[in-house]
């Protein structure tokens, strides 16, 4: 009768340890940053070029990439902890065969973002741009890998 109690005791405690709570979370970790994609083909006309990327006082700096590469991207991570707030994001682009550099300035509004879920960690807060040749950084919505649509 006694390992009767006690096993029901234990089936009882375990319950509470099932880890559903009303929701379940992903184990998909993500940091906080800005990041900047392109499209090296956009970059072709020029030679390529040399993309950095600054925010807070942090930069990242890479290569347009060849052409044929479907995607470019920088980024610059920030303090976990840095919540919703605007940063200025400086995009610099020199153009590979000579010229002049030409710096961009854009306000990041920093959203956050949960890819565990909602109530679930890690919180990021992030910002996304897209580096264009002519426009400087625009909004990352609606890039596509495919060109320009008409």
């Known amino acids: 009768m006694g390992r009767v109690v006690l096993s029901l005791l234990v089936v009882a405690s375990l319950g509470g340890c099932s880890g559903q709570q009303g929701h379940m979370c992903t184990l998909i970790g ?29 930069c990242d ?29 400086e995009l610099t682009v020199t153009p590979a065969e000579g010229g002049s550099p030409v710096t961009y300035t854009e306000q990041a509004q920093l959203t956050e973002e949960r890819p565990n879920g909602p109530n679930c960690d890690p919180v990021a ?7 264009d040749p002519v426009k400087g950084l625009v909004s990352a919505e609606g890039f596509s890998l495919q060109g320009d649509q008409p």
């Open 30 to 58: 993500m940091d906080s940053g800005v990041s900047v994609v392109w499209r090296p083909a956009d970059f072709k006309g020029s030679g390529g070029a040399i993309i950095r990327v600054c925010v807070d006082g942090s």
């Open 125 to 131: 807060w992030v910002a996304s741009f897209r580096a």
């Open 61 to 89: 700096e890479r290569a347009s990439g060849d052409p044929s590469d479907p995607i470019g991207m920088a980024s610059v991570r920030l303090p976990q902890d840095i919540e919703a707030k605007k940063l200025p994001v």
